[in-house]
């Protein structure tokens, strides 16, 4: 099969994300399609098979225009790309009504823009609805973008708070035992929405904002009773919360307020994972006007390529055993 070279043009801006730290990225693009990439400047250069050449300029310009939105490019958005090629599918495109979720202004590194179609869908989502489950496999930036997308609302002043809660798994009566006040002994369960608004706002800008009440955290239980106005509330692994807990929560919305609730049903942690609240509220719930339901696959982790091959494995032996359970619980959700 003949090989040919074609050139990209690409700012410099661009070509810089392209590259790589000591041209990490190309050597992933080049492996990948098996095509030659040179930079001599102004561009980039790739030498291949007529398809691996095409392959390989969709990664190269998926990458140029995260690079020219701001983004900071990672060997996850490179694998994502490159993934995504390979799938027959393109990077999330820009059009009408999609500008908003195409990129967030509040990374301290550069804006935040979705790796995959999946994200952007799942920005888009929730910005369409007073509603939103985002629920698939670790890795695949779920909880990440929640946190993203919340801490922008609250930056423009679009909602008054940040209302972060998580079921407090395995810790019942062990929460009153921990040290400290509320904060401290909520901090330790809620450890990965910290790390991702440390990442996005900044350790200072964070601990200001919770001084003043914009950013708050609380374990389900004490959301009981109350009602959450003009606030952008994250439920993060609902699939630890029981199916009563999951209503309480739901029913929270007060007016102009939004919610998200993020988690992944094969990694459920109760005694009884037939009390599950999220397949519950999936399966109930689809359907309702208001409601938006994203859900993640194993192709959509961008954390390191491990984590897919990971959750690829455990979702084959899932499968393997589904019929016998099916047989077991009939209403299985």
């Known amino acids: 099969m003949a090989r040919e070279s074609e050139f990209l043009s690409l700012s410099d801006r661009a070509l810089h994300g392209v590259i790589g730290p000591n041209s990490r990225h190309l050597a992933l693009i080049e492996d990948a399609f098996k095509v030659l990439v040179e930079t001599p400047g ?20 998926t990458l140029a225009d995260r690079a020219e939105q701001g983004a900071e490019i990672t060997e996850a958005d490179v694998r994502a790309a490159i993934g995504a ?16 979720a195409m990129a967030l202004p509040v990374g301290r590194r550069g804006a935040i823009v979705p ?8 920005l888009e989502m929730l910005g369409r609805c007073e509603l939103t489950f985002g629920v698939g496999p670790a890795g695949t930036g ?6 993203a997308y919340g801490a922008s609302l609250l930056r423009r002043g679009q909602v008054d708070r940040l209302v972060i809660t998580r079921p407090a798994v395995e810790a019942g009566e062990k929460l009153g035992f921990l040290p400290g006040d509320l904060n401290e002994k909520v901090d330790p369960y809620l450890a990965p929405i910290w790390e991702a608004l440390n990442d996005i706002l900044g350790p200072d800008d964070v601990r200001r904002r919770r001084d003043k009440g914009e950013i708050e955290a609380a374990p389900i239980a004490f959301m009981r009773g109350r ?8 439920v993060d692994e609902a699939q630890n919360t029981s199916r009563l807990q999951m209503k309480m929560v739901l029913t929270r919305l007060g007016e102009g307020a939004r919610m998200v609730v993020t988690g992944d049903p094969s990694q459920i942690d109760l005694l009884n994972p037939r009390d599950s609240g999220l397949p519950h509220a999936l399966r109930i719930l689809e359907t309702v006007q208001g409601v938006g339901v994203l859900k993640f696959q194993a192709q959509d982790v ?7 091959r990971i959750v690829r494995a455990y979702d084959a032996d899932a499968s393997a055993r589904r019929p ?9 959700a």
């Open 115 to 122: 790796k995959t179609s999946a994200q952007a869908n799942y």
């Open 142 to 147: 779920k909880t990440f973008l929640a946190a």
């Open 85 to 100: 090629a390979m799938g027959g599918g393109g990077p999330p495109k820009s059009g009408p009504g999609r500008a908003e």
């Open 42 to 61: 102004g561009g980039a250069s790739v030498n291949g098979s007529a398809k691996d050449r095409a392959q390989a300029k969709r990664v190269i310009q």
């Open 227 to 234: 009602t959450l106005a003009h606030a952008f509330i994250i």
């Open 302 to 308: 961008v954390r390191h390529a491990m984590v897919e």
């Open 324 to 332: 016998a359970a099916d047989l077991e619980d009939p209403d299985a």
